[in-house]
């Protein structure tokens, strides 16, 4: 069993930071990738970051570069996203996602997914 686990959400006055956790847990062989994915009121999931695990290779939605980090623990299998600078725009569930493999001959990683934490920045 495979499982996302997130933490850090929580509310923010704008121009606040937070920073968001997720660690992946069970029996797995390898984590490819790990980002964070958000999904505002009205508005349908986008990609805020993403990192690849082995080279640390980082992608970012137009909207946060510059004010958002990914970073990861390989060892811990663990991602964070550090927000600074937040903006009323910025509130929205955000998820965790993986790409996992759960075995070394897996052809290919599984997607996976947090259950969400609530980011509210207020104006």
């Known amino acids: 069993q495979v499982q996302l686990v997130e933490s850090g959400g929580g509310l923010v006055q704008a121009g606040g930071s937070l920073r968001l956790s997720c660690v992946a847990s069970?029996?797995?062989?390898?984590?490819?990738?790990m980002g964070w994915y958000r999904r505002a009121p009205g508005k349908q999931r986008e990609l805020v970051a993403s990192?690849?695990?082995?080279?640390?290779?980082?992608n970012y939605a137009d909207s946060v570069k510059g004010r958002f980090t990914i970073s990861r623990d390989e060892a811990s299998k663990a991602v964070y996203l550090q927000m600074n600078s937040l903006k009323p725009e910025d509130t929205a569930v955000y998820y965790c996602?993986?790409?996992?493999?759960?075995?070394?001959?897996?052809?290919?990683?599984?997607?996976?997914w947090g259950q969400g934490t609530q980011v509210t920045v207020s104006s």
């Open positions: 996602n993986s790409d996992i493999r759960r075995r070394r001959t897996s052809p290919h990683p599984y997607d996976y």
């Open positions: 069970g029996s797995f062989f390898s984590v490819d990738r």
């Open positions: 990192i690849i695990i082995s080279s640390g290779i980082t």
